[in-house]
């Protein structure tokens, strides 16, 4: 509480602070309602392109919200404020945008700033979007004037005064906003540029992956440096990216398509919804995208640092245990418990990642172990029980606490996490997010794929 009213306040000083040069940006004019396009006169190819592209947004992943018809809204996006529920983007003309121009449907997504000529909060993306084309634009909008009509309406944002006003918002994007198109960088190729759009635009991987600041602002100058969502750590996807193996770019265009990759292991929580879509765009889309991101992670001249690139376990199951005199208690848990599996050497993705390879076992903060280990990993949409049980009931907060810190010190061969108990409690408490794993569901089948990087 004490830190919502901090940070309600800090808000306020900025309301006051850019008041008065924000209130010639508050005013946009409202657009004329447009008659709603028949679905007949779209071009079909248009529409097929927008399915993709808001695959690569993941507009349905707040967009449609269970129980609810695809695209009708109503899913609460938390901000640290309160809750904005995503609003209504089928073509009724009441309770969606049925009555949007298509002007209108890219000012909303260019500026941030409703038909009404309202802004809207940054819940929705807008600060990414703005960097989609108009080609990109026109095919999003066939593709959301040609889905089914739903007329469930939508409640309104769950926020305090001062931030309740719109107009508020003027003042944010005086601060944090940059409208304007992508502008490629001619010293890079087409390939990187093509991913960097898709990255920095549609994909929206900042929202997540960029640490923000007080006002929700995607932090300047630590871009992509690690973030969070609904309860899951967003690795570092720049040069600060704690994968033991350096990502290549094979290797990340296959884990964006498929959720899954040998040497990284699965997709989970948040991300696994991205993948989940990211399985359906273009295979060169996917690439270009890795292609970006490897380049960022920059490692390209210094050499990997010696340990970076842990050898599989012994096929016989326990020889880790031996070594481990340190932590008996954390070492005995990890051979009863979790060897059976990540080194029994079962076929992947089901089989259980060596754990020396899993990112979560070195990223600089434990939280994705700790849900991963408690909750275990849901299964695939359509197959069986879970791939991972979760150890919630059979652990209590000691036991697990020596059994990570086995993993991180023995294992990972890391320094240990000092905030790992009470990382431990916060999970308990907190009901993550737990999204089926659906990437694993389109690993691919060829063993041969698999082990490809
Ligand atoms: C991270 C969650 C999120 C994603 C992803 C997202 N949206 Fe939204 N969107 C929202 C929220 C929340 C609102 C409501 C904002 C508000 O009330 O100010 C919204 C509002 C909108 C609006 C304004 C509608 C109106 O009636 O004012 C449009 C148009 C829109 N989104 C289109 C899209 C499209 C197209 C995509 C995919 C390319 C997308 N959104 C992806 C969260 C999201
Ligand atoms: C809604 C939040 C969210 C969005 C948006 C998002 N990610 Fe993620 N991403 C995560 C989380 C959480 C993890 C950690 C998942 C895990 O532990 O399996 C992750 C993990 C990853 C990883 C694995 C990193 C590693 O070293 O193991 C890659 C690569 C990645 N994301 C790329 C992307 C790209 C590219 C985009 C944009 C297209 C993106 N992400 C968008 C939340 C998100
Ligand atoms: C019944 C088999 C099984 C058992 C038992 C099991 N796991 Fe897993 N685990 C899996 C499978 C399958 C995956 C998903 C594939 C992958 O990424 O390794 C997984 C994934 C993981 C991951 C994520 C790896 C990554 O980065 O992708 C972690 C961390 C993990 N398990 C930890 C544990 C711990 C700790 C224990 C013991 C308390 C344990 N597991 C016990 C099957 C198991």
């Known amino acids: ?8 306040s800090l808000a ?3 309301v006051i602070g850019v008041g008065g040069a924000a209130a010639a940006l508050a005013w946009h004019p409202a657009l004329p309602p447009a008659e709603r396009p028949a679905a007949a006169s779209f071009d079909p190819a248009l529409v097929k392109r927008g399915a993709t592209l808001a695959a690569l947004g993941n507009c349905a992943g707040c967009h449609s919200a269970p129980g609810r018809p695809p695209l009708a809204g109503g899913l609460p996006v938390e901000t640290p404020f309160g809750a904005v529920y995503a609003s209504n983007i089928t073509p009724d003309t009441e309770a969606g945008i049925g009555h949007w121009s298509e002007a209108a449907f890219r000012r909303a997504m260019r500026d941030g700033v ?9 819940a929705f993306p807008y600060n990414h979007y703005t960097l989609v084309t108009d080609d990109d634009d026109a095919a999003l909008y066939a593709y959301l004037m040609t889905r089914e009509a739903a007329d469930s309406a939508v409640p309104s944002p769950a926020l305090p005064f001062p931030l309740n006003v719109r107009a ?27 991913g960097a759009y898709l990255v920095e635009g549609l994909g929206h991987c900042g929202a997540c992956h960029t640490p923000h600041g007080p006002l929700g602002e995607e932090k300047a100058g630590e871009h992509l440096a690690g973030g969070a969502a609904e309860g899951w750590t967003a690795y570092a996807l720049n040069g600060a990216s704690p994968a033991p193996v350096p990502w290549t770019v094979d290797a990340m265009a296959l884990y964006l398509r498929h959720g899954w990759q040998a040497e990284h292991g699965v997709a989970r929580g948040p991300m696994a919804l991205v993948t989940a879509n990211l399985g359906r765009v273009p295979e060169a889309d996917a690439r270009a995208m890795a292609t ?19 050898g599989l376990p012994p096929a016989s199951a326990g020889s880790q245990v031996a070594v481990a005199a340190g932590n008996g208690r954390g070492a005995a848990l990890y051979a009863g418990a979790c060897a059976s599996c990540h080194e029994a050497g079962r076929a992947l993705p089901y089989g259980g990642l060596a754990l020396a390879l899993s990112t979560a076992l070195h990223a600089p903060d434990p939280t994705n172990l700790v849900v991963v280990t408690l909750h275990g990993l849901a299964a695939p949409v359509g197959a069986g029980g879970p791939i991972m049980p ?4 059979a652990l209590d907060d000691d036991d697990l606490a020596a059994l990570l810190s086995y993993l991180r010190g023995d294992i990972a061969k890391a320094p240990a996490w000092p905030d790992l108990p009470a990382t431990i409690r916060r999970v308990r408490a907190r009901d993550a997010t737990l999204v089926a794993s659906d990437g694993t569901g389109t690993a691919p089948a060829d063993p041969q794929v698999r082990i490809a990087r």
């Open 1 to 8: 509480m004490a830190r919502r009213s901090l940070l309600v």
């Open 12 to 14: 306020a000083l900025v």
């Open 114 to 122: 409703d038909r009404d000529g309202r802004n809207l909060y940054p």
């Open 168 to 194: 508020v918002m003027a003042g944010w994007n005086l601060l944090f906003f940059r409208p304007g198109t992508y502008a490629p960088d001619p010293a890079r190729g087409p390939d990187w540029n093509r």
């Open 292 to 310: 970006y991101l490897v380049s960022l992670m920059g490692r390209g001249a210094e050499p990997a640092p010696p340990a970076a690139k842990p």
């Open 390 to 393: 979760g150890f919630a009931g």
